[in-house]
């Protein structure tokens, strides 16, 4: 079965940034759409962006668009999420999750979970 272990949480202040981890320990990410959702106090969960198996597909969440950059490096088996700009309002804990696909990327159908990093955004 894949684990997936996020890490890079942490309490950093607004504008500052931050670099979250999924890492696959077991198995290979090859297979899988990589995908980063996040759920804050009080609120549902939201998918945040997502990578397709080979990196050459991705999507954002108006709201982290041109201040979150996902990535990912196979042979290292380690998904990232570079976070710049943070603004309070990103405070969440941050899931990673992975979907066996054939191409492209997806906010649902999600079948194996992180336990989450929190990341806390406050002055």
């Known amino acids: 079965q894949l684990q997936l272990v996020e890490s890079g949480g942490g309490l950093v202040q607004p504008g500052g940034s931050l670099r979250l981890s999924c890492a696959a320990s077991r198995f290979s990410l090859d297979n899988y759409a990589i995908t980063w959702f996040r759920q804050a106090p009080g609120k549902e969960r939201e998918g945040v962006s997502c990578?397709?198996?080979?990196?050459?597909?991705?999507n954002y969440a108006d709201s982290v668009k041109g201040r979150f950059t996902i990535s990912r490096d196979n042979a290292k088996k380690t998904v990232f999420l570079e976070m710049s700009s943070l603004k309070p309002e990103d405070t969440a804990v941050y899931y990673c999750a992975a979907r066996m696909v054939s191409a492209g990327c997806y906010y649902s159908g999600m079948a194996y979970w992180g336990k989450g990093t929190l990341v806390t955004v406050s002055s």
């Open positions: 990578i397709s198996r080979s990196g050459g597909t991705t």
